[in-house]
């Protein structure tokens, strides 16, 4: 199984970015998948995570600025990013894992994609 993160980059605060994730060998609609970031010498961190069925959850620090939503046609997961602050800065992780693991924390996930950054420039 194979996910891919693509759409990261560098933006300044305030703006924009919408990530999205990318899979193959995995039945992509089984799955729960989630967004975790990460900055080095911190642990990684859950940012959002979806169910098959399309119920979401999120941290408080990402909380009313993104939003996470699935295609299960185009098997394919995305990250609306909005009004991106400095603190947003991190290497971005798709993941997925079948339930009844959530995708919600690090041991919960099964699959790892390979991380894309995410920089918030001032």
């Known amino acids: 199984d194979l996910i891919a993160e693509s759409g990261g980059g560098e933006v300044q605060t305030g703006e924009s970015l919408r990530l999205s994730c990318t899979g193959s060998?995995?039945?992509?609609?089984?799955?729960?998948m989630g967004w975790f970031r990460q900055v080095p010498g911190k642990e990684r961190e859950g940012v959002a995570n979806i169910d098959g069925d399309g119920d979401t959850s999120y941290s408080d620090a990402v909380k009313g600025r993104f939003t996470i939503s699935r295609d299960h046609r185009e098997k394919a997961l995305y990250l609306q990013m909005n009004s991106l602050s400095p603190e947003d800065t991190a290497m971005y992780y798709c993941?997925?894992?079948?339930?009844?693991?959530?995708?919600?924390?690090?041991?919960?996930?099964?699959?790892w994609g390979q991380g894309i950054q995410v920089t918030v420039s001032l």
């Open positions: 060998g995995l039945t992509f609609e089984d799955h729960n």
């Open positions: 993941a997925a894992d079948k339930p009844p693991c959530s995708a919600a924390t690090v041991a919960a996930v099964g699959t």
